[in-house]
């Protein structure tokens, strides 16, 4: 889609765009796209390119750009909101379950020989005594909500503002709601503001039955009090789709039977991420064509507040 419709410099390598491109390109780059993991928009790439209009980022997800600083030069920046909901929403469902009951780890039991060696799979814990505490209940967090209403599991909900439309108890204190519950399900954004908002004291409140599952962004998590909370048994289990580092998964997680470890595939279907894709494109030809935006970010409103600097 890019290609039909751009001059199209394609950089696929992690790490920083490299000095040579960037000499040769930055005076006439108008337009980025930028998928995540490893892709960045930062502003330290962004303050180089003169020309640029229009940040478009695959992923609902944006805190591997810079849209504070872009919003301040009349830069936009869009994302890829709402096609991909009912998508993370079932994978967030599937992690809970694989978490609460130990699927992955039954899985493993038959492959290894020992069901027929040493009979029946341990019994496991269950989502039926359990209610769920969503740290963030936007646009995705609805969605695993309802999931959860029709599994008659008792929802909470944790966030800045209350909700007015929302059937569920709102708590405006993450700790006490760690202590009401004992499943905690983090889907609000990454960056400063969540910066380890889940780190030893809320995983201490969640109590030793606890599980914790991240759908987030792996700054959301103190990993290091994550890691020393499930081996010293602060808290039953974790269920994580992202990580601090990633690719990199800290080796004492790898090693714990009591987490289930997903390679940030959230969204990570063939129809959704085309659809994702699609919308990456849309933004920058609507944009291209002097059409407002499909999905500006909330930083970067169309129509603009203020011009390109
Ligand atoms: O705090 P509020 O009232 O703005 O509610 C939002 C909540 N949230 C927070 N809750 C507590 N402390 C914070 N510092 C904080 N910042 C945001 O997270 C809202 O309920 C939710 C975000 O909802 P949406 O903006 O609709 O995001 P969506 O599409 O549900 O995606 C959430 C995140 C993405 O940013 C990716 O990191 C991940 O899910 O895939």
């Known amino acids: 889609g890019l290609e039909k419709n751009f ?3 394609a950089y ?3 790490g920083e765009v490299p000095e040579r491109l960037l000499a040769e390109l930055a005076g006439t780059l108008r337009f980025i796209a930028v998928c995540g993991h490893p892709g960045r928009a930062d502003s330290a790439l962004m303050q180089r390119l003169p020309k640029l209009q229009i940040v478009s980022n695959f992923g609902v ?3 591997n750009v810079d849209a504070k600083w872009a919003a ?10 709402d096609i991909l909901n009912e998508e993370v929403a079932d994978t967030a469902i599937g992690l809970l379950l694989c978490t609460v ?3 992955p780890r039954a899985d493993r039991y038959i492959r290894a020989g020992e069901w027929a060696k040493n009979g029946d799979f341990r019994l496991t814990a269950s989502l039926r005594n359990r209610a769920v505490g969503m740290v ?8 695993i909500a309802s999931r959860l209403d029709a599994m008659r599991v008792p929802v909470v909900y944790h966030t800045r503002r209350p909700q007015a439309d929302v059937p569920y108890r709102h708590f405006a204190d993450l700790i006490a709601m760690a202590r009401a519950v004992d499943v905690l399900l983090c889907i609000v954004p990454g960056g400063a ?4 908002m889940i780190g030893a004291a809320v995983l201490e409140a969640l109590g030793p039955d606890g599980i914790l599952i991240n759908m987030a962004r792996g700054s959301v998590v103190d990993e290091p009090a994550l890691i020393e909370a499930l081996r010293d048994g602060k808290i039953l289990s974790a269920g994580l789709d992202v990580f601090a580092n990633e690719p990199n998964v800290p080796a004492e997680l790898i090693a714990m039977e009591n987490v289930v470890l997903l390679p940030h595939v959230g969204s990570a279907s063939a129809p959704t991420r085309a659809a994702m894709e699609q919308l990456v494109v849309d933004n920058l030809v609507h944009w291209k064509n002097g059409q407002p935006p499909l999905t500006p970010v909330p930083e970067t409103p169309w129509p603009q507040t203020k011009a390109r600097a």
């Not at 301040?72 to 909101?81: D, F, L, S, Y």
């Not at 503001?193 to 380890?196: C, I, L, M, P, Q």
Request: net charge positive; no cysteine.
């Open 7 to 9: 001059t199209l410099h």
């Open 12 to 14: 696929r390598e992690p």
């Open 61 to 63: 997800g944006y805190d």
């Open 72 to 81: 301040e030069r009349g830069i936009m920046v869009t994302n890829t909101p």
């Open 101 to 103: 009951r130990e699927l």
């Open 136 to 143: 963030g209940l936007g646009r995705i967090g609805k969605a």
């Open 193 to 196: 503001a969540t910066k380890h």
